[in-house]
């Protein structure tokens, strides 16, 4: 089969180099087309034929399905706002309609007919980020609703809560799970709402928002048939020079995608430490050699992962920004950068998300550990404080710097002797629901 792309596109790849255009955009972008080419054949049914319609709408299904994508060849960072691609597309269309039907339809003339790149580009954008941004959510709630299980499941079992790095009070293992459910929730709720703005496409606003060259209902029909298409809430955006002009919106995604990633190196980073061979107090998966001299050595690879994808993420989104705000005038000629570094975005969050994941199903927590350093550690004498005082529990303080417990019974033991309390006393101080009961 003879290559479907024609000059324009021989252009962008002899400027810009090649790079071939992501599955999501492709998809995106076919499906833009299929709605605004059917818009414009029935607005004007004397443009082309029944046949060469059903011929453009099996071309643009073609390409939507993935049947062609090596036809689009061409680098997604690139110059010109976009029109590389709106015109690598076009052409693609045109080659398939003359294979199908022997129609010669022209990519400029035809085939961008009430349509300007900065309309469907930027709303191909949209909807590609529109579907990645579902899938994300989707990773988010997976991980909250796990770290609630977790929570739950572990809601009796003590560990030592440390500050500056330092051993402070007593804390609950499920409250750790709680505390790392709530920035998953969080960022459940930001990236939800984030949808109501993505959702808002600038279709048939053509070059600068002003609607030049598009009949209304023209546009009215391409974004009802778009919506059809994709079953996605795509809305039309209330203020279409504003739409095509600025990409703010897409900045504030960058930035929220920035945001749970921030907190997956939070949780990635806590993990590291409690899984350090001194702590011990989580134990990560055994996945492959640790290193290839030291047999018994297992790596955190998992968490590493995380940690590197989530640094990408945000470095990425502080450049998604830069680029949101590169309008100039009536254009954000930026786009393809923009849409290229949330699409990396994406990937890299989606990716440490599914290793977060596999990590909490695979990982062991060695409870017995945990009550050992919480024995051994400072913060169990610190939460005796409002019950002894400073004075009481001085000699303690001695007692357990010469040689500190090994575990909860040699604790409540030699405690009960140093203070002259009667064990039970201090069996009901030391539980879980004393120690961490008061968090609600």
């Given at each position: 089969m003879s290559r479907l792309w024609k000059q324009e596109t021989a252009k962008a790849l002899e400027n810009f180099g090649p790079g071939g255009l992501p599955r999501q955009l492709i998809r995106a972008y076919g499906e833009v087309k299929?709605?605004?080419?059917?818009?414009?054949?029935?607005?004007?049914?004397?443009?082309?034929?029944?046949?060469?319609?059903?011929?453009?709408?099996?071309?643009?299904?073609?390409?939507?399905?993935?049947?062609?994508d090596d036809a689009f060849p061409i680098s997604l960072s690139q110059g010109g706002a976009g029109t590389s691609i709106h015109l690598n597309v076009n052409e693609v269309i045109s080659s398939l309609v003359e294979q199908s039907c022997g129609c010669s339809l022209d990519p400029l003339e035809d085939l961008a007919r009430f349509q300007s790149t900065n309309d469907t580009f930027a709303t191909a954008v949209n909807v590609a980020l529109l579907r990645g941004l579902a899938e994300i959510e989707k990773q988010?709630?997976?991980?909250?609703?796990?770290?609630?299980?977790?929570?739950?499941?572990?809601?009796?079992?003590?560990?030592?809560?440390?500050?500056?790095?330092?051993?402070?009070?007593?804390?609950?293992?499920?409250?750790?799970?709680?505390?790392?459910?709530?920035?998953?929730?969080?960022?459940?709720?930001?990236?939800?709402?984030?949808?109501?703005?993505?959702?808002?496409?600038?279709?048939?606003?053509?070059?600068?928002?002003?609607?030049?060259?598009?009949p209304r209902d023209y546009m009215n029909d391409a974004l009802r048939t778009l919506r059809s298409i994709t079953g996605l809430p795509l809305a039309r955006s209330q203020n279409l020079p504003d739409a095509v002009a600025h990409k703010d919106s897409l900045g504030e995604l960058a930035s929220g995608y920035a945001l749970a990633a921030g907190?997956?190196?939070?949780?990635?980073?806590d993990l590291l430490y409690y899984t350090s061979s001194p702590v011990g107090e989580f134990q990560h998966p055994d996945l492959q050699w640790g290193s290839s001299i030291m047999p018994v050595k297992v790596n955190p690879v998992l968490l590493e992962f995380v940690q590197g994808l989530a640094l990408r993420v945000e470095g990425d989104g502080r450049t998604s920004c830069v680029y949101a705000r590169e309008s100039r005038l009536q254009l954000n000629s930026m786009l393809p950068f923009l849409a290229e570094s949330i699409f990396r975005q994406e990937s890299?969050?989606?990716?440490?998300?599914?290793?977060?994941?596999?990590?909490?199903?695979?990982?062991?927590?060695?409870?017995?550990?945990?009550?050992?350093?919480?024995?051994?550690?400072?913060?169990?004498?610190?939460?005796?404080?409002?019950?002894?005082?400073?004075?009481?529990?001085?000699?303690?303080?001695n007692e357990f710097a010469a040689q500190p417990p090994r575990d909860f019974e040699e604790f409540r033991r030699r405690a009960a002797a140093v203070l002259d309390l009667d064990p039970a006393l201090l069996?009901?101080?030391?539980?879980?629901?004393e120690l961490i009961g008061q968090s609600f």
């Open positions: 299929r709605a605004a080419l059917a818009a414009v054949h029935r607005h004007d049914p004397e443009l082309w034929t029944e046949e060469a319609a059903a011929a453009i709408a099996g071309a643009c299904t073609a390409i939507i399905r993935g049947d062609h988010v709630i997976a991980l909250q609703e796990k770290l609630v299980r977790m929570e739950t499941e572990y809601d009796a079992v003590l560990m030592t809560g440390r500050t500056e790095m330092q051993d402070a009070l007593p804390l609950g293992l499920g409250q750790l799970f709680g505390s790392w459910a709530g920035m998953a929730e969080r960022d459940r709720w930001r990236l939800s709402k984030l949808a109501e703005r993505i959702r808002e496409v600038p279709l048939g606003g053509t070059a600068i928002g002003t609607c030049f060259n598009a907190n997956l190196l939070k949780i990635a980073g890299a969050l989606s990716a440490a998300l599914k290793a977060l994941c596999r990590f909490l199903d695979e990982v062991k927590i060695n409870t017995q550990r945990m009550e050992a350093n919480l024995a051994s550690s400072p913060a169990l004498l610190n939460a005796l404080l409002p019950k002894l005082g400073y004075h009481r529990l001085k000699p303690l303080i069996d009901g101080w030391l539980s879980p629901e």
